[in-house]
């Protein structure tokens, strides 16, 4: 097992454009999170998933932010009609219960112009 | 709402240096706190893990102590390298176990 996994791993789009990104957890980590980062900030709380089900949004996931987890596996972050605003790293991380250690992937930069 | 503070914001010592980041933490009710690190552009590794039971943690030159009665943990580095230079993260995860709560990191440099 590699680690966590995140693709792409750059995106580059135009505003209004929609983008996906994917996440692929250590096997078996059961807890999958989402945090934005932008530069010189620490990561900000986007969402988490208990297995396939989604228990937590942050006030920062607008309406045009929608996350899966299907089966409790690999996780999608879609943003629609992107804005510049949403210009950030996207981090995901798992953890093999909601108490052990997260490890975090390396984190799809997206920049919107 | 579990806030996280880290000081100093950045920090900028000679190579061979012992030095301390500090983590404060709003809310005592958590099952463990966590350092990371993160260099530029970069996702962010996993340096040391302390639940609540515990007081500390070691690996190599690293030491994270944790006191949840005041609401802090440390992170000592010793004999500090050039490769040591990083943005030094913590956060922690509730008792709710829902979110980790990141603090806005500690930007170190090691000169040679």
């Known amino acids: 097992d590699t680690g966590v996994s995140q693709d792409p791993r750059h995106k580059i789009t135009k505003r209004g454009q929609n983008v996906t990104f994917r996440c692929d957890p250590i096997?078996?980590?059961?807890?999958l999170y989402w945090y934005r980062q932008t530069l010189g900030q620490g990561p900000e709380f986007l969402t988490y998933?208990?297995?396939?089900?989604?228990?937590?949004k942050s006030r920062l996931l607008s309406d045009r932010f929608s996350a899966e987890r299907p089966k409790g596996s690999f996780s999608t972050l879609e943003i629609q009609r992107t804005e510049q605003g949403d210009s950030a790293m996207y981090l995901c991380?798992?953890?093999?219960?909601?108490?052990?250690?997260?490890?975090f992937g390396q984190g799809t930069r997206l920049t919107v112009v | 709402k579990q806030e996280v503070t880290q000081i100093p914001a950045a920090l900028s010592v000679p190579e061979g240096e012992n030095l301390v980041l500090n983590c404060s933490f709003t809310?005592?009710?958590?099952?463990?706190l966590q350092w990371f690190r993160q260099d530029p552009g970069k996702g962010l590794t996993s340096l040391l893990l302390?639940?609540?039971?515990?007081r500390e943690q070691t690996s190599g030159r690293l030491n994270a102590s944790l006191d949840k009665s005041s609401g802090r943990s440390t992170l000592y580095i010793a004999a500090s390298q050039p490769g040591d230079s990083a943005t030094y993260l913590c956060?922690?995860?509730?008792?709710?176990?829902?979110?980790?709560?990141f603090g806005e990191g500690t930007q170190l440099t090691v000169n040679p």
């Open positions: 991380a798992s953890s093999l219960n909601p108490y052990t250690e997260a490890f």
């Open positions: 096997s078996e980590h059961n807890r």
């Open positions: 809310d005592s009710a958590i099952y463990n």
């Open positions: 302390i639940q609540s039971s515990q």
């Open positions: 998933f208990q297995n396939e089900a989604q228990l937590e």
């Open positions: 956060t922690n995860q509730e008792t709710s176990g829902s979110r980790l709560t």
